[in-house]
């Protein structure tokens, strides 16, 4: 009985003293450290809490970040907004067309902002819904190279040798080259060219959409795709970007499992490359 009771007390020591810690850490208290040891399926339970609490503390950290980026973007043109309304107000002389045009502009920048987190919180709680169809996808690129080609000073390029269709959501895929054309446009410099190559290699076509703007250094090329990840932190009001459009494109193209990578020199260009299956 004595030898049963020495072991059993043994055994519950240390997860008495996971469970106290536990307790803890459900309380909200993230500087604790499992230090429970004892047998091997214990010392395990330990490792795995304790990444629990890495991880959780990770997650803290940028949902914090998640709600002061917003709070800043939602913050700055909403302060503008009124500001100028107030003094449109107060002050008859300041009731002109270009005060007015920098309300409704601020306003057109809250809406892509509150959009874009819409869409992009949408994605990646997956509760919107992709409408499939068979579309040619070779007339999509064209479609937007025609607008984006008017509507801007880029020349832009696109080379295929055949068209193609795929099977998607048309909508979204036109988002996701949309936005990497328009990243393009927003990250050039001097050379106000964009070339998009199209090819198929049996029933893979790739699409590619290169630059020669600043490029990304080696280090960020991983990072861009997370929300609100930008190369240039001073960059903080870029008039056309919201900082989630590649967040949105990675949420679209893992939904299909499509491949896509980027390359990138800095100060030469990147060039995003996209694979997806063909459908006959
Ligand atoms: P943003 O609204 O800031 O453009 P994105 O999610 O589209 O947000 O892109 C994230 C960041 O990746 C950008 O802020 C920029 O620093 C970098 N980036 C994206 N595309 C390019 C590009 N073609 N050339 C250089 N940098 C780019």
Redesign the pocket.
């Given at each position: 009985v004595f030898v049963a009771i020495f072991v059993g007390y043994l055994i519950s020591k240390p997860i008495k003293k996971i469970n106290d810690s536990a307790k803890l850490l459900a309380l909200g208290k993230r500087d604790i450290v499992f230090d429970g040891n004892g047998y091997l399926e214990i010392e395990d339970l330990n490792n795995t809490l304790n990444y629990a609490v890495v991880e959780l503390k990770k997650t803290e950290k940028l949902q914090k970040e998640l709600l002061a980026n917003i709070s800043h973007d939602l913050k700055t043109p909403i302060t503008l907004i009124s500001g100028y309304a107030e003094m449109m107000k107060d002050i008859p002389e300041e009731n002109t067309k270009e005060n007015l045009e920098l309300i409704v502009e601020e306003c057109n920048r809250l809406n892509l902002l509150v959009n874009d987190l819409l869409e992009l919180s949408r994605l990646q709680s997956k509760t919107t819904s992709f409408n499939d169809t068979l579309f040619n996808l070779t007339k999509l690129i064209n479609d937007i190279v025609d607008r984006q080609s008017l509507l801007s000073e880029f020349e832009i390029k696109f080379n295929y040798d055949k068209e193609c269709f795929i099977c998607a959501d048309e909508k979204r895929i036109s988002q996701v080259i949309y936005?990497?054309i328009?990243?393009?446009i927003?990250?050039?410099k001097d050379i106000k060219k964009i070339v998009i190559n199209q090819n198929i290699n049996k029933n893979i076509v790739s699409i590619s959409?290169k630059?020669f703007?600043?490029?990304?250094s080696e280090e960020?090329l991983e990072l861009?795709?997370n929300?609100?990840?930008?190369?240039?932190k001073t960059?903080q009001r870029?008039i056309?970007?919201?900082?989630?459009?590649?967040?949105?494109?990675k949420e679209i193209l893992d939904h299909y499992g499509y491949d896509y990578k980027?390359e990138?020199i800095k100060d030469v260009?990147?060039t995003?490359t996209i694979l997806i299956p063909i459908s006959e």
């Open positions: 936005n990497f328009t990243n393009a927003n990250y050039s959409i630059d703007g600043i490029g990304i960020e861009i795709w929300r609100y990840y930008r190369v240039d960059h870029n056309k970007g919201t900082g989630l459009g590649l967040s949105i494109v980027v990138s260009g990147s995003f």
